[in-house]
């Protein structure tokens, strides 16, 4: 159990993630601070869910897809721990670790929420944070963040930069924690060049509305 008697929930959004989820479910495992784990099958046509049921991790299944943000907000419903923390399902070179690292200052009270970065992985994914930092999808929060957030479930991809906006509009303490040798596999090398790119662009554009959005 975590320390000081806060339960921690590890949620794990995930679309069509059977390539990379076992990996990522058995580092959180391992992960002596973390007290749960859901993962959010978002309508996935693959077999994404059967993956995390295989290693007895709890499924929360949404049909149809919701997008990250309702996702998100669908793991937090399921749990009533504490602090949360957000993994990507596809996630390279993940380690407990990371996780660690990600959790120890809020449950020391340091922080309330941190922002991991990625270092040292692939350079497609590196630069991607240090060009955009707030883009991260793996955080550690108090829950009460995210209850409190309003436009989570309609923001879509634009969720991470959402979170960060309403965290600095309400003076909420964010530690960044870099994660030296993780990174992400690219969407087009999930789905193909062409699906790939097209679902690159509407992640953008949901980005773009989030920004806009005053």
Not at 5 to 21: H, K, L, S
Not at 67 to 90: C, E, N, P, Q, T
Not at 99 to 119: I, S
Not at 189 to 212: C, D, H, P, S
């Amino acid at each position: 159990m975590s320390s000081m008697g806060q339960q921690v929930a590890a949620v794990v959004p995930a679309y069509n993630e059977a390539q990379t989820i076992s990996h990522v479910l058995e580092v959180l495992q391992q992960c002596p601070e973390i007290d749960e784990i859901i993962v959010v099958n978002d309508g996935s046509t693959d077999d994404t869910a059967e993956k995390a049921a295989e290693l007895g991790i709890r499924v929360v299944n949404l049909y149809p897809n919701r997008g990250k943000g309702g996702a998100m907000r669908a793991g937090v419903k399921a749990s009533s721990a504490d602090i949360i923390l957000f993994i990507d399902a596809d996630l390279i070179g993940l380690t407990h670790a990371h996780c660690h690292a990600l959790l120890e200052p809020v449950l020391q009270d340091v922080a309330d929420m941190t922002v991991g970065l990625f270092e040292g992985g692939r350079p497609a994914t590196t630069l991607a944070q240090k060009v955009a930092p707030f883009l991260s999808g793996q955080r550690a929060l108090r829950r009460e963040i995210i209850e409190d957030m309003p436009e989570l479930d309609d923001s879509g991809y634009g969720v991470d930069i959402a979170i960060s906006r309403y965290a600095a509009s309400k003076s909420i303490r964010v530690e960044k924690v870099p994660l030296q040798d993780v990174s992400q596999i690219m969407k087009e090398e999930k789905q193909g060049f062409v699906t790939g790119a097209k679902n690159r662009m509407m992640m953008y554009w949901e980005i773009l509305k989030v920004l806009r959005t005053k």
